[in-house]
Structure formats: C-alpha cells, structure tokens
C-alpha cells in the first residue's frame, strides 16, 4: 500500500479542517443530543475505534485485532505520520486477518478530531489511547455518546477529573475497562489471591516501586510545529507552552502540565495491585492520610517538572496497614518494579511482571500457590461489552488507585504536608493539596470538564 498523501490526509480528516477551526468548536455536541448506544448481541462483531495513535494505541489495537469478533471503524490522531503509520499497520494486519477466515475488510476511515469520531452511530466502543491530559474529555464524551471504551491509564491528570470520569461511566452505565493490564496476568492474580486467603498472615505493610532514570536533559523551541501535527489541538485543556518537540511524545509524563510522572505511570501499576490484594474486590480501600516527599534529587537540573526520587507514606484503616511508594535509582535485591506485602511474622510475598515468590522471615523460599489463568485484559472487556459485566479494571475501581497516585503528588507539591482523604466523599479533607494542579487545573479554553455524580 503506498502512504497516504497529504491531500487524502485532508480529504479523510474532514476536508482539511484548520486546527484553529477544530479548537474554538464547542467542546460536544453530545452534551445537548444523547446518542443510544446498539446492544452488542454474543454473536455480533464490535465495531471498535482508535483515538491516540502513539506507542500504547498501537499495542492495544492490535490486541483488540487478534480478537475475532473486533472490526476497526475508525483511528484518530493530531500527528498525521503516527495516523498515517497506524493506517497502514491495521491494513497488514487486516490482510493478514482475511487470509485466514476469508472476511474482506475495509479500511478504517481516519480523523484528527476525536469527536467526529464519537459522532459515528456504527461504532460500539473506543480505544482511548491519548497523553494523561487527554484522557477525561475523551471518555466523559464517549459516555455522552453511548459508547464503551477501553482506557489508557492513569486515568486522569487529577483528581477532578477522576472523579468527573467516574460519575460519568457510573451515570452512562458505560462498560469501561482501564488499561492495567497485570489485573490480568497470572503472577499478579496469584499473588492477590494468596495474600486475600491469608496464607502469610495478617498483612501490617505494603511496599510498591520503580526505578526512576528519565532524563530529559535541556531543550529550548526553535521554532513552530511541523504542518503534520496539530500541537495546539495536542496541547487541548492543558496550559500552552512553547512547543519543543522531545517534550511531547512519549516524554510528556515527565511535566505535570501532562501527566503525573512515574507516581502516576507506574505507581498506577504497582500501587494497584498492594490496593487490590487488601481489598475483597474491586471497590478499593483508601488511604486516610498521604505524604510525599522528594525531589528532582538525581538530576536537579534537569527540565523535567516531576519529582525523579519520590517517597509515598500511606495509612490505612480496617485493615490498618500502611504502604510505601518510592522511586529512586536502585533497589538492591529487586527487580526495577514491583509489590511486597509483609506479614506479622515478618513473612513476605513478592510480585513483579514475569515472577512472584513466598519468603519467611529469615528469606527461605515457601510454597506458593498458582491461580488459575485467566483469559486476557482485551478479552475481558471485550466480553463484558456483551454481557454489560462490570470488568477487572473497571474504571471506577481505577478512579480510586489513580486518585492514591495524585494524592502522593498532591502532597509532595503541598511541601511534603499530610493529606486527609474520606473515601466516603470521595475527596480531601481540609485545605492542604487542594490548591495542587494533582488537585484540579483551570481547562485552557474552549475546553470545559463536564461534571457527573453518577
């Protein structure tokens, strides 16, 4: 297949659309006009589309293709050559697809804005695959819209927006499954189920971590974006800056104008499971008090706005326990990730991707006991769009491990202060780290968050 050219780039996105004319539009039109969602039968195909192009759009798309019952509509990215790039992968592997059951398929059409996409009554669900600040408006109008989606995580910038996208999930009734996928994987269901049954005890702290070696180094803006990538349409409800492209893909969860840092892109990871294995299901227990502490300790002059060395405290009740968070350079005897829960005897059970260990007090290895497999993270929501199930990583349990990662920032930007959490109004309690961008941010214009309670 040849490249698409720039005409037919323009021809598809809507008939080259200025990205001004795309960014002063009203945020959603399905805020004024409900759109009924189809009933996905057992049998039916889904109709599925991509929005986010980038590293992670393209892994979970193409887990989304190895399913049978997937067709892909639809991909929308701001950078043409990421659009582009996709476009020709879901055409190969479609190829690929057809020689195998005979089913010809078209191409998915291709957009630059997510909401002409979501306009679409053809399409059952979305694949959001955006920066951390693109994450809420996209899923809160997917539900405006009747749509599923399969979300990238964290979920959000900040609490706000968490807890918008709850209360909008909650109120659609939308099946959304997050993308974290170790709910999923063996080792990590075999260390929950161990620690739930109690086979070391009862559990009185929890650690969580990962190595922190990002580097951005120093960078100025020479100049405008390329023609073939949209950045004031990237930048959306985040503060504008100047455009210096090592600051945007990939490398935007290093500024807090984006993302959360390595707190939110892997303490959502291994926070989660510490949350999920002292829980009796998916409706997580929540700390009451957070402090964090660090700094850009191993590289301070770097232009990184996120913390490179980072220490979470949490305490918890019924169960009381507390948990750990850190980032720093090494962790002597460990892999660069991972959750260790202790026991009163000073039992400890391990998990990181690929293993997971039992050791007494003393460090000998204990008999461990394996979970059953499980079918894969894509598969389980792909199924629950059927069932209307609630899956693994549903976003409401979600929503509770992303707040803990912006609860830990919020503090260490608070100047290492405790913060009080209530789990059962979902917000902090008294004045410190509310005034926090982990908080909540003012939306640059014409962007507005729309709120839900659910």
Request: aromatic share 10%; hydrophobic share 35%; with cysteine.
């Amino acid at each position: 297949m040849k490249r698409m050219t720039r005409r037919d780039f323009l021809r598809r996105t809507g008939g080259g659309l200025t990205a001004l004319g795309l960014a002063a539009q009203a945020p959603s039109a399905m805020a004024q006009s409900r759109l009924v969602s189809r009933r996905v039968a057992a049998n039916d195909k889904i109709v599925v589309a991509l929005i986010g192009c980038g590293g992670m759009g393209n892994v979970d798309l193409s887990w989304a293709m190895d399913e049978p019952d997937v067709e892909v509509a639809a991909l929308c990215d701001v950078d043409e050559h990421h659009l582009n790039d996709t476009l020709q992968n879901v055409i190969k592997k479609n190829q690929q697809r057809t020689a195998k059951d005979g089913q010809n398929r078209r191409a998915p059409d291709t957009y630059k804005d997510f909401r002409r996409v979501l306009d679409r009554k053809d399409i059952d669900a979305v694949l959001i695959c955006t920066p951390d600040h693109w994450h809420a408006l996209p899923l809160i109008y997917a539900c405006e819209a009747g749509k599923d989606a399969y979300c990238e995580k964290p979920i959000s910038h900040d609490i706000r927006e968490a807890k918008a996208m709850a209360g909008a999930v909650k109120h659609f009734q939308r099946v959304v499954q997050v993308g974290t996928w170790q709910r999923s994987t063996r080792e990590f269901v075999s260390a929950v189920a161990f620690v739930r049954a109690g086979k070391i005890g009862r559990i009185t702290s929890v650690r969580a971590w990962k190595t922190d070696d990002a580097r951005m180094g120093h960078h100025v803006s020479t100049g405008g974006p390329p023609a073939y990538f949209d950045y004031d349409f990237w930048t959306g409800p985040a503060q504008m800056v100047p455009y210096i492209p090592e600051y945007t893909h990939f490398n935007w969860r290093w500024f807090y104008n984006y993302a959360s840092g390595e707190t939110g892109d892997w303490g959502v990871h291994m926070m989660d499971i510490g949350l999920l294995a002292m829980s009796k299901d998916t409706d997580l227990v929540m700390p009451v008090e957070v402090c964090g502490m660090g700094g850009k300790l191993a590289y301070p002059d770097d232009d990184r706005t996120t913390p490179d060395t980072v220490y979470g405290l949490m305490r918890f009740k019924n169960p009381d326990f507390v948990m750990i968070w850190r980032t720093d350079r090494d962790h002597p005897d460990l892999p660069d990730h991972g959750t260790q829960f202790v026991g009163e005897r000073g039992d400890t059970v391990t998990v990181w991707r690929g293993g997971w260990r039992v050791r007494d007090a003393q460090g000998n290895e204990l008999p461990k006991e394996e979970a059953p497999p499980t079918n894969s993270h894509m598969r389980n929501w792909l199924d629950c769009i059927k069932t209307r199930e609630q899956p693994r990583s549903n976003l409401a349990s979600m929503a509770q491990t992303t707040i803990v990662c912006h609860l830990i920032n919020a503090s260490y930007l608070a100047g290492g202060e405790t913060v009080h959490w209530d789990k059962e109004r979902m917000d902090i309690v008294g004045r410190v780290g509310r005034d926090t961008q982990s908080y909540e941010r003012p939306y640059r214009r014409p962007w507005n968050l729309p709120i839900y309670s659910g």
